[in-house]
């Protein structure tokens, strides 16, 4: 062969490697989505996707009203905007069947791992690297790949709740691809902003853009490094003031739900030695994915660092070091640690929430960077010695048994006993598996041979931690449901007196007075409610009904007219309103023509049909001496029941037909 013909052939290599990338980001990508195929059977899990989805009706649909919420609400703390339009986007499609939503999930997971693909191949050319194309490839596929099936992955993907992380890690990834490729600053500020309001956790793009600037150098003087982070600095300073406006959202999003840790319970101390645990133990968990676990424990001895964390600051500050000084000849490998480490600041516990030490789905997008050090590790000690076939074989092999893991994984996450009985056998005291477990007793949805008891479960919840005060409140639900009410009180009082203002444990509190038939203690603490939350319409309610109750009509009226100025895209404030209106056995209580109109209101804003609207109308029309109207109403819905439901009507139809209005004494709850 000519030397022309050697020279075409080494340029050609190159260009067929790259035509073949939008194959290999395919092929990752139908990896990924096949590994996780399993997870589109699971239910929603009795977790945080109750109060997100299921008893949530705010999410559901993409109206303007359901758009106003979902950029305008702190629900459940974290503020992701876009992560809820894809979620109204799922109920539009699939309604209320989680198989959709999993899809969903498990679709932009593969789009993820197709764009980490392209990203770390981006990343080795921008950074000189010596490798020629076909290494670069096998790099990006080794990389990509081992993150996409990787059993810390499961919780990510498999929960339905975490679609925020699976969102914001795709459109993260595509922010630093965009920039490597030279993208105009306005797409890379469009797509930061996107990331950002799929999850506050993107705040770290700002620094990681510099870093990739930084990367990307041939710069080896400190004083050029520094210049040079400057312009970056300046390059993407809307990125940057992006960062600052959505960690203010994020803190004051988490703060008014109460789920940020106080500094009086987690000193500094105490966060420095889990973030420094946090930084080891997604590196160890990459490396052997055993005892996973959806919620890791925070040990009770917090006085002392343990060696893990000692381990893990020293391991990153030898990195650090070794890498710095040899940058000269390595390149800045050093920016790998310092991107890691600044993408576990937002989850590692500085700014502690919640009770964990670590979760899994805090390493989405941290675990890409541990993954491409190992396996450039891996490539370094037995790159030269392996050959290609070897080098494919032990993909192959790592890849089998970390799909083998994440397959068994997502099995647990499928049944929501089965997750919280995985949590027990990892941590065998974990107040909060108790907890999950004691609600699943309590609605019967236990099986597989537990033996304990729902009050069984939450006792031994706030026996581990006494300062549980959710599980302290279930306690006292519990009792509520046996009829123990002097007990239930017992426990509400107990989680008060860990968080006075709680809102679960102040109604179970007048709950449980009430049932004592101490009603001006339970009306002091409903008071007590709407004070510490004037804007839940919820306690403007449960004041209303327990004034109704007591016959304080005027008070109840004005709880009535609070909730709903409110909560006027809410159905029940407005329906219970007008049912008191028309159906209160005194006379000085009743008020048809405002309780019609409450009642065409609500039928007008949540339509004629629902069933609140269907009883607020006719009660009224009843009320208003409109008989006929309220017997057509009830008609019209008779004929659209089946026979078994339809009858239930009947007594009701012919009490209008006797010009009988409805009288109901007030009750409370």
Known sequence: MSKRDHQDASASAPRAAHRLRPWAALSVALVAFAVFIPSITHPFLVWDDAANFVENPSYRGLGPQQIAWMFTTFHEGPYQPLSWVTLGFDYVLWGMNPTGYHLTNIVIHAIASALLYLLVVQLLEAGGSRRSAREVQFFGLAVSLVWAVHPLRVEAVSWVTERREVLCGALSFAVLLVAL???????????????????????????????????????????ALFGLALRSARRHALVIVLAFVFSAVALLGQGASSAIIST??????????????????????????????????????????????????????????????????CGHLWTLGVAYLVMLLPVGGIVQVGGQIAADRYSYQPGAVIVIALVACIGLIGGQALSTTARWVLLGVICGWLTWRNVVLQAVWGDSAALWKHELTVYPDSPIAHLHLGFL????????????????????????????????????????????????????????????????ALVGRANALWALERNDEAITALRLLVSNAPQDFRSHLLLARALNAVGELQGARNAYEQAIAIAPHVLRPSTEFAWMLATHPANSARDGARALALAEAAAQRFGAHEQLVVQARTAALAELGRFDEAIAILDGVRAALPPAEARDLDPLIEQFRRHEPLRVPPRYP
């Open 181 to 223: 490729r030279g993208g105009r600053w306005w797409s890379i500020t469009l797509l930061a902003l996107c990331a950002l309001l799929a999850k506050g956790t993107a705040v770290v793009l700002a620094p990681l853009l510099i870093l990739l600037d930084l990367y990307c150098s041939r710069e080896t003087e400190a004083r």
């Open 264 to 329: 009086e319970s987690h000193g500094l101390f105490d966060r420095l030695r889990i973030f420094s645990n946090a930084l080891g133990l997604y590196v160890a968990k990459t490396v052997w994915p055993t005892g996973l676990a959806p919620m890791y424990e925070m040990p009770l001895d917090r006085n002392t660092l343990t060696l893990p964390a000692l381990l893990s600051i020293a391991g990153l500050i030898m990195f650090l070091a070794l890498a710095w000084r040899l940058r000269s000849r």
């Open 441 to 504: 007793q309590a609605d019967g949805s236990v099986s597989g041979g537990d033996v304990l008891t729902a009050e069984q479960h939450f006792r031994a919840a706030v026996a581990r931690a006494p300062s549980f005060v959710t599980a302290w409140c279930a306690l006292g639900d519990e009792y509520t449901r046996q009829g123990r009410f002097a007990e239930a009180l017992k426990a509400h009082e107990a989680a008060l007196a860990v968080t006075p203002s709680h809102h679960s």
